[in-house]
């Protein structure tokens, strides 16, 4: 008998950012130095994580669109692997990826549609793995791992004091963990009721503030708000 899986895909409201990921993919090919514009992706996520976390990877990443809107309908959901998690494959990955796009961009120095062809080629081959791994594990599977989204998390608030601003998960402390259901539809495949009670919110570094936790709370007792 087939055992039932545990995490599942919750439909959300919002814009489909994707195109913006398609249109570039398309565009670029044909005019590489539209392959600059990643630079937006590559310093936004980081800068807005200083204050507010993981925000950008939730809410602005064309790619984390792509993942939760449209590959998440046929994802079969299981597990992340733990070892993408570890800060030393996480590390590794920083790493292979700066220096393979280092090694490109010293050759491409200087010729707009040659640095721009870097961008686009790197965003092209981590899109594929990512779109591969959805569909082995889970959409947010590169997410999981992804260089961008692993300094986010590095600079992430991690204490309290919080920013001004900053948005967290709140869970209230009458719930109970027994449902689990905000960790069944977590993009993360993360686990927001173990902060129950816990005045500063949910602050593990790689939640990125969807809020399909919220949603899916079945007695609403799980909060997305902003620090004053």
Request: with cysteine; hydrophobic share 45%; net charge positive.
């Amino acid at each position: 008998m087939a055992t039932q899986k545990f995490h599942r895909y919750l439909p959300v409201k919002g814009y489909p950012l994707y195109w913006i990921l398609l249109a570039y993919l398309v565009v670029g090919f044909f005019y590489p130095v539209v392959g600059l514009l990643a630079l937006i992706c590559m310093i936004a996520p980081v800068a807005f994580a200083v204050k507010r976390g993981r925000w950008w990877c939730g809410h602005a990443c064309p790619r984390g669109s792509l993942y939760d809107r449209v590959l998440a309908k046929y994802s079969p959901h299981r597990p992340i692997p733990k070892f993408v998690r570890t800060f030393g494959f996480r590390l590794f990955m920083v790493i292979f990826i700066f220096a393979m796009f280092g090694v490109q961009m010293f050759f491409a120095w200087g010729d707009p549609d040659a640095m721009g062809r870097v961008f686009w080629t790197i965003i092209l081959v981590t899109t594929v793995v990512g779109v591969v791994l959805s569909f082995v594990y889970a959409p947010r599977t590169w997410c999981s791992f992804c260089p961008m989204g692993t300094l986010s998390a590095w600079v992430s608030p991690r204490h309290a004091p919080l920013p001004k601003g900053f948005m967290n998960i709140r869970v209230a402390d009458t719930c109970q963990m027994k449902c689990k259901s905000c960790a069944r539809v977590c993009p993360m495949q993360l686990e927001p009721y173990v902060s129950r009670g816990n005045e500063a919110g949910y602050l593990h570094a790689d939640c990125i503030k969807c809020g399909k936790c919220v949603a899916a709370c079945p007695i609403k007792i799980m909060k997305l708000k902003k620090d004053n």
